[in-house]
């Protein structure tokens, strides 16, 4: 065996030793997922099994308000989604057009957000949408989340615009196009890349979001997903069939949108270059 | 429609560092409708901050513009009826090239049918009718560039702006273009403004031109007579390929005769060329590349060293040495004979000669009287 060949052979093998670190409780957990709850701690644990069932995944459906979860975690995310990329390409476009006074103060300040854990910002905000009558609602909760993914989408949306040539929009303009014309047929898809890589944080940030959901709501039908699956846990026993269950459904929709927009994040990734 | 332009008293300052910097200043001039005119001069002369003023991509600090009388300084780009051309191209990347130059009409909101039938019209008449369905990325530099063209001429402009538009295309391609756009202008009846720093092209396709020098127009005329009278040696120099020979000149004067010393030669002066040259005793003597002839050695106006010799095809442009040191170019036929360091003569009609004024540059005799 050659040398080349040797360190081929330990690269992959690191890999391989990696690669069931992370893939492992991924498998596990769906396997749990379909696991009657009889059989979960019953020996052996096999890592293989035939006799799975939708056992989990019905009582999921039908005993729990999961369905009430995951409706209240897509209304907040898609609202958060929506309000973060108007207000972020809004912004880029200024940003990266405009000149007015204190624009690196506004672009520094955007960012201080970032130096505080979210936990701390969510009892003033709290006391802030409590104030506004929002408490318990879903703007308030879309309002919250928005806040944390909005600065880091406007540096996004400002990257990118800069990447679009000004003589694009000049050349719309002499057509006789207006302003935000222009800035919809012409700068936008330029910048498109910027929006979906802009989508996809504000709506994993939402998604996944706790601290904020656990404060603000606090009625048990306007819990989002992770604050409701939180309530499996507070039971005398621990159903870990339908925990298991849960997370498996809730992840779906995450790596659906990320594993088909995954090469648009990756190009927003880099476009500091 | 054409129309005639007025620039008046037209101004741009901006403020860099603290500084205020001067772009454009004071300019004031008159273009006739329908002519095609040229802001030729070196990078930061102004020229294409001027043209953009004239497009309302930049706002004049002062100063008016005027189309057929019209104040049009104040309205904005989009209501200005003007149409651009830009150095970069920039046509849209999402859009078909059929997109691209129907796009001004469909922003007027002109009838589709009436877009499909313009639009091919002017795909015909600038060749690319067989390119109408792609992306203009699978275009070529100077398809693209023609693409650019037609999405200016379809929504047919009383003003044709122009920034540079063949700088970002190959030598070869630049020739072809030229002929091109020349010949647009015979056809369409706009205006046309053309910005470059090309005195090539400037002098090739230009009715008029303005030479721009530090945010000013030096010389405001027609390409021969901007070639033949100079205004300045700025200007001289600027104009023609390769660069007018101007070397430095001593006036003397003894008794009633005055002479003009310098490049290893001496030339005398008539009386009203004398009276003209006043109290200067320093001056700067200039002769164009295609003006000086070769002789043999002592037989012309000054003796030289041939230093270098390029091939230009029919042509040849030579590097020579001076008798005082200084080098000058000559442009012409000459014998495959003629090899490097060999010692020539010059000779030159004295109607081909200036004399500048060696502080301002001003342009003081165009050739020598006998």
Not at chain 2, 49 to 62: D, I, K, P, Q, S
Not at chain 2, 83 to 105: E, H, K, T, W
Not at chain 2, 222 to 237: D, G, K, L, Q, W
């Amino acid at each position: 065996m050659t040398a080349e060949l040797a360190r081929r052979w330990v690269r992959f093998t690191a890999l391989g030793v990696g690669l069931i670190f992370i893939v492992f409780p991924l498998y596990w957990m769906i396997l749990t997922a379909f696991t009657p709850r009889a059989f979960l701690f019953r020996p052996p644990y096999k890592l293989f099994r035939l006799d799975l069932s939708l056992e989990n995944i019905r009582e999921l459906l039908s005993a729990t308000q999961f369905l009430t979860f995951m409706g209240n975690s897509l209304i907040v995310a898609a609202g958060a989604v929506v309000l973060n990329v108007v207000a972020a390409t809004l912004a880029g476009y200024a940003l990266s057009r405009f000149r007015f006074p204190l624009k690196q103060t506004f672009v520094a300040g955007t960012l201080w957000t970032y130096m505080f854990p979210p936990i701390l910002l969510a009892i003033p905000l709290y006391l802030l949408l409590s104030g506004l009558g929002l408490r318990n609602s879903y703007i308030g909760l879309i309002l919250a989340h928005v806040s944390i993914s909005l600065p880091l989408n406007i540096w996004i949306m400002w990257q990118y615009f800069q990447i679009v040539p000004l003589s694009l929009e000049e050349a719309a303009w002499t057509s006789g196009a207006s302003r935000l014309r222009a800035l919809v047929e012409v700068a936008l898809p330029s910048a498109f890349p910027g929006i979906l890589s802009a989508a996809i944080f504000a709506f994993a940030l939402s998604w996944n979001d706790f601290a904020f959901a656990f404060i603000l709501q606090t009625d048990i039908r306007m819990f989002t997903l992770p604050v409701g699956l939180s309530t499996f846990v507070e039971q005398s026993a621990i159903h870990w069939g339908l925990i298991m269950a849960s997370s498996a459904l809730v992840s779906i929709p995450t790596f659906g949108f990320v594993f088909f927009l995954q090469r648009y994040l990756m190009s927003g990734l880099s476009i500091g270059k | 429609m054409a129309v005639a332009l007025r620039l008046e008293k037209l101004r741009k300052t901006f403020v860099q560092d603290g500084r205020e910097i001067v772009a454009v200043d004071d300019l004031d001039l008159e273009i006739a409708s329908g002519e095609f005119f040229t802001f030729v001069g070196p990078s930061g002369c102004g020229k294409t901050t001027t043209l953009r003023m004239v497009a309302g991509l930049e706002a004049a600090t002062a100063g008016r513009i005027l189309f057929d009388g019209e104040d049009v300084t104040r309205i904005p780009t989009q209501r200005r009826e003007i149409a651009m051309v830009f150095q970069d191209i920039a046509l849209f990347p999402y859009m078909s090239v059929r997109a691209n130059i129907g796009y001004p009409l469909k922003v007027s909101k002109v009838e589709r049918s009436e877009i499909t039938r313009r639009v091919e019209a002017i795909a015909e008449m600038l060749a690319i009718r067989d390119k109408l369905d792609m992306m203009p990325q699978q275009l070529s530099g100077g398809q693209q560039q023609r693409v650019a063209i037609g999405r200016a001429l379809v929504k047919e402009p009383k003003v044709l702006l122009l920034d540079e538009p063949l700088s970002a295309l190959d030598a070869r391609l630049r020739a072809e273009m030229r002929t091109e756009i020349l010949r647009l202008h015979r056809s369409i009846k706009a205006t046309i403004i053309y910005v470059t720093h090309d005195q090539v092209e400037a002098m090739t396709m230009s009715t008029r031109l303005a030479m721009m020098q530090k945010g000013r127009a030096v010389q405001i005329d027609t390409p021969r007579s901007v070639f033949r009278h100079p205004a300045s040696e700025t200007v001289a120099t600027f104009i023609g390929t390769p660069s007018m020979n101007v070397l430095d000149g001593r006036l003397q004067r003894e008794g009633g005769a005055a002479t003009i010393a310098g490049g290893g030669t001496t030339l005398y002066l008539s009386d009203e060329d004398a009276a003209r040259l006043g109290e200067l005793s320093r001056l700067r003597l200039g002769i164009r590349p295609q003006a000086l002839r070769m002789v043999a050695p002592g037989a012309g106006l000054a003796d030289g060293v041939l230093l270098l010799r390029e091939a230009l095809g029919f042509e040849d442009e030579c590097l020579v040495e001076l008798a005082d040191g200084s080098q000058i170019k000559i442009v012409g036929h000459f014998s495959d004979a003629l090899a490097e360091n060999a010692r020539i003569g010059l000779q030159a009609e004295r109607a081909d000669f200036y004399v500048f004024h060696p502080e301002t540059g001003a342009t003081l005799c165009f050739g020598l009287k006998p």
